[in-house]
């Protein structure tokens, strides 16, 4: 079986872009890959999260990744900080990577914005640890959404410059998602993509009642002005049809696409059919993630189990790197 990785920041609520981009691929490969997904609470400590909330984070994303189908008998399912073997490769990635090369990276740079009170040098390495999660297993496909793709690109070379280097020991991992293209949910004012730290009421959280759901979706920006015949979409309503695309019928889809190719839309009805198909959507995942968050013993053992079985893949790939490295002594 192939081996793929993917993790989710500790950083907040779940949301729809985390679903639709992430944990969606998991559940579709669960039964025929070997997986492993785990939560990013090292890749969490760059914004120097308040100890109590990282904890709850850590047990949400747990949650909510099960309760969106995700098996953890069948994958393993664990937390970052519990694999100490991803921080030794981390290191010795870090020999590879090039400080030039790190500060060019868009994402670096916008957090450099963000918090510029707060540009530690765990920012401007993250695409290190991102490879070395992703190669200490040595896997081969890594289910993200689009705003990762360049990361992967960064893991590739360092898997390249390591084998090179060294010798051979790390397949070149792609960025993966079932429909053709790697998906991006954009937030509903329009301005981005959604995201756990941006305004809350432009991204759908798996957390959300039905209430937040109906008013957030209703409150989604519409406005554009009298559109000339055969002009493109805007932005704001390709977005509308996006989501709708993900949770509604295609019967549904396609009704309301004519209406806009009719120019006889109202785009209060399309809010309003999404709405309740996005409650219809969102509602039983997060009855349930509610429900496994009450029981911190299970969510336990399902770490501790996923931690063991990942500590033993990364494990292996550690002693290969230190025997071709030259630090196997014994
Ligand atoms: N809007 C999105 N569309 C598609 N995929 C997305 N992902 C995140 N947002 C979208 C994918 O979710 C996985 C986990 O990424 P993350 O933990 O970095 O998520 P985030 O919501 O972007 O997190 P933060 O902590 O809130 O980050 P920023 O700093 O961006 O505000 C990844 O596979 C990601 O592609």
């Not at 949650?63 to 519990?82: H, R, T, W």
């Not at 690109?153 to 051979?168: H, L, P, S």
Request: proline share 5%; net charge neutral; aromatic share 10%.
């Amino acid at each position: 079986k192939e081996i793929v990785v993917s993790g989710i920041r500790s950083t907040g609520f779940l949301h729809l872009g985390n679903y639709f981009g992430a944990i969606r691929n998991y559940i579709r490969m669960q039964e025929d890959y070997d997986c492993y997904f785990f939560v990013a609470d090292w890749h969490s400590l760059t914004t120097h999260p308040d100890p109590k909330d990282l904890r709850g984070n850590v047990f949400r994303v747990l949650a909510e990744n099960i309760a969106s189908g995700l098996d953890p008998e069948k994958v393993a399912l664990y937390a970052q900080s519990d694999v100490p073997e991803i921080a030794e490769l981390y290191l010795l990635l870090n020999m590879l990577a090039y400080k030039g090369e790190l500060e060019k990276v868009p994402t670096f740079k916008d957090k450099v914005r963000l918090q510029p009170q707060n540009v530690n040098a765990g920012l401007l390495t993250y695409p290190v640890l991102m490879s070395a999660d992703i190669l200490v297993h040595r896997a081969v496909k890594v289910p993200v959404g689009k705003d990762q793709e360049q990361h992967l690109e960064m893991a590739r070379n360092f898997a390249q410059r390591f084998n090179n280097r060294y010798g051979q020991l790390f397949p070149e991992p792609v960025a993966f998602n079932f429909g053709d293209n790697l998906i991006r949910i954009p937030s509903l004012d329009g301005t981005g993509k959604m995201s756990k730290s941006e305004n809350e009421m432009a991204t759908l959280y798996l957390a959300d009642t039905d209430e937040q759901i109906r008013k957030k979706i209703m409150k989604a920006k519409t406005d554009s002005g009298p559109l000339e015949p055969g002009a493109p979409m805007p932005e704001t309503i390709a977005n509308l049809f996006l989501l709708m695309q993900q949770v509604s019928a295609p019967a549904v889809i396609s009704d309301f696409e004519r209406a806009y190719q009719d120019q006889a839309i109202r785009y209060g009805d399309l809010k309003k059919q999404l709405a309740e198909d996005m409650v219809r959507f969102i509602a039983p995942i997060r009855e349930k993630a509610q429900e496994l968050q009450q029981d911190k013993p299970y969510l336990n053992r399902i770490m501790k189990a996923g931690a063991e079985k990942a500590r033993a893949s990364a494990a292996q790939t550690l002693q290969a790197a230190r025997k071709l490295i030259g630090i196997d002594y014994y």
